[in-house]
């Protein structure tokens, strides 16, 4: 099996970054493939411009770099995205990948008098989401339930895909780290699990 692992974090020195190469190291050692998107080190371009614009208007032919990206998205078995938390939700690097890949007739279908259709449903999708806050601040002012459901059911559920892993490796900047790093390997072990299989 094949996975995509998606990161958005501009320092490869990142813990995020960390968390992708156990992510990897998981899947190596399960006995399968993956491909790293290092969006920022590829110079992605996450501007929403006119051409995006059009292509969910009339379905126009994306542009070259939004067709690459949806390939990458279609050779995979699995999709993991690994990102910081920036001011409780996604930095914008990756929500402008999402925003210009995850377009009508690609993720769904839908027109003016027509319902959407979820084009997804065969993507099992592992979100991996770093923050310094501790998880008594996620729990207290409600952004883990928030970020939830804006990220795991606005976007993906949204498009059918299923998300699988949605965890919150939080207090990553006062001692949670290498819990992380264990986390993100275990992960990548199991990312095509019989969970996964069966979904």
Same mark, same amino acid.
């Given at each position: ?44 371009? @996450? ?5 995006? =614009? ?5 379905? /126009?032919?994306?542009? *070259? $770099?939004?067709? !690459? ?45 027509? @319902? ?5 449903? =065969? ?5 991996? /989401?770093?923050?310094? *806050? $501790?998880?008594? !601040? ?59 299989? /069966?979904?």
């Amino acid at each position: 099996m094949h996975a995509l692992i998606v990161v958005a974090h501009h320092d490869p020195q990142s813990l995020t970054h960390s968390v992708v190469t156990q992510v990897a190291a998981g899947l190596a050692a399960a006995g399968h493939t993956f491909d790293i998107a290092d969006i920022a080190a590829e110079g992605f371009d @996450p501007r929403y411009t006119a051409a995006d =614009h059009q292509v969910h208007r009339t379905r /126009a032919t994306p542009p *070259a $770099d939004v067709l !690459a990206e949806q390939a990458r998205v279609d050779r995979a078995d699995a999709l993991v995205l690994a990102f910081p938390i920036y001011w409780w939700s996604l930095p914008g690097l990756l929500k402008g990948w999402i925003d210009r890949v995850f377009v009508n007739g690609w993720a769904i279908e839908y027109g003016p008098d027509t @319902p959407v259709v979820k084009k997804l449903g =065969h993507l099992p999708v592992h979100l991996l /989401a770093l923050g310094a *806050a $501790d998880d008594d !601040a996620f729990d207290r002012h409600g952004y883990a339930k928030a970020m939830r459901t804006q990220i795991d059911y606005g976007i993906f559920d949204y498009c059918g895909a299923k998300v699988v892993t949605s965890e919150l490796l939080l207090d990553s900047e006062s001692g949670g780290a290498q819990a992380h790093l264990q986390k993100a390997r275990a992960v990548g072990q199991g990312l095509f699990g019989a969970e996964t299989l /069966a979904g």
